[in-house]
């Protein structure tokens, strides 16, 4: 194996050292949030760190950059109280991974990458159309991580919909019915089947 | 598409509330968090909620649940200072999801689930045999999410080993090459396969 120390992730090119820390730790959820800013103009921006915080409350929480330059699905969904998480399918990934480019925030992604917004609860909140799982969240509260000035973000789940063949009857989400794609790094988007499901582990003799 | 509201969230039978919001944020990441105590007792937890925090420094975190009951995990890491981070390959993941049984402190999850310490830095950190990526990081901080009481984990990423065939010439990992998997809601595993990997995106006239 490749062994890496402490001095030489100090020591790697800027951009050797971005790419293989982003990779590091793991596939990632892949998720387009949608917010509004108070005028109506729609954002959407491409997250690859949404975690589930809890079921009762239901809970998800995302890491966002610094705030050290505009963070328009940040603020929009400070001032609308609202924001919507959409799974990414294999058919939308290059539109999905385009969000990230830098637009003014009088310039919607949704525009210029052709995803479709869709309003489907009494919000003004834009869903991505196709998306295979759409969520409404109401922001709640951030905190800063102060070791690099990061924030996780809490949202409440409070409508939710998904495709029917995704769903088990125990509840269970099965998101590879639905074509959702996981993340590697920053910018590969890959494709999954799953293996096995298994039951609630309990201790062995 | 099926829809649930927030009342049906909030009115469903417990077990189907958590399958349903467990699955509902998309795939996570797949790790096995080691650590040991002082007295050398080793510990081995499965854990789908690590993500990135930051490249430099190089951060990453991850989300424990209330510390109302023992969490030998957390403890240890706040005691010794280290813990290892390993991706959970496909040959490993019933062994990795047997972890998450509920043994006590006395009893390590690597004898129970036939997974092998080993030891490969100058901490007294045990990583996961076999394991494509294995990480060492040291504890930094843990930040406490008042709305249900779970805590945000920060470690520095102090070590890495990785497979030399994951490894691109420019840094990133290329997850599938480790046939490491992805989890769906707290105990499905999928493999997984790149797609494509995109350019940085820049905005579109």
Redesign the interface.
């Known amino acids: ?6 001095d030489d ?2 020591n ?1 090119e ?18 387009l949030i949608g917010t509004q800013n108070v005028s109506g103009q729609t954002n959407l921006a491409v997250f ?14 995302f ?1 966002l950059r610094p705030t050290t330059v505009p963070r328009h699905s940040f603020s929009n969904m400070q001032n609308t109280g609202y924001f919507s ?1 959409n ?1 990414i399918g ?1 058919d939308m ?2 539109a999905a ?7 003014p925030e009088t ?1 919607s992604e949704f525009e ?1 990458t052709g995803l479709q917004p869709v309003y489907k609860t009494d919000q003004k909140v834009p869903f991505v159309e196709g998306s295979p ?3 409404l969240c109401r922001y ?2 951030n ?1 800063l ?4 000035n ?1 924030r ?1 973000v ?1 949202g409440a ?8 063949e995704m ?2 009857p ?7 019915k639905g074509n ?3 993340i ?2 920053l ?18 003799e």
Request: net charge neutral.
């Open positions: 194996m490749r062994h890496f120390t402490a992730l100090s790697f800027t951009r050797y050292r971005n790419y293989l820390i982003n990779s590091l730790s793991g596939y990632k959820s892949a998720n690859n760190s949404v975690v589930h915080l809890g079921s009762n409350p239901a809970l998800l929480g890491i998480v799974h294999q990934i290059e991974h385009n969000t990230s480019a830098k637009y310039v210029k799982v759409q969520i709640v509260n905190y991580i102060e070791e690099n990061t996780l809490v789940i409070e409508e939710v919909f998904v495709q029917e769903l088990h125990d509840g269970w989400l099965q998101l590879d959702v794609v996981a590697n790094g910018e590969g988007y890959a494709k999954t089947a799953l293996i096995d499901r298994f039951p609630y582990a309990r201790p062995k």
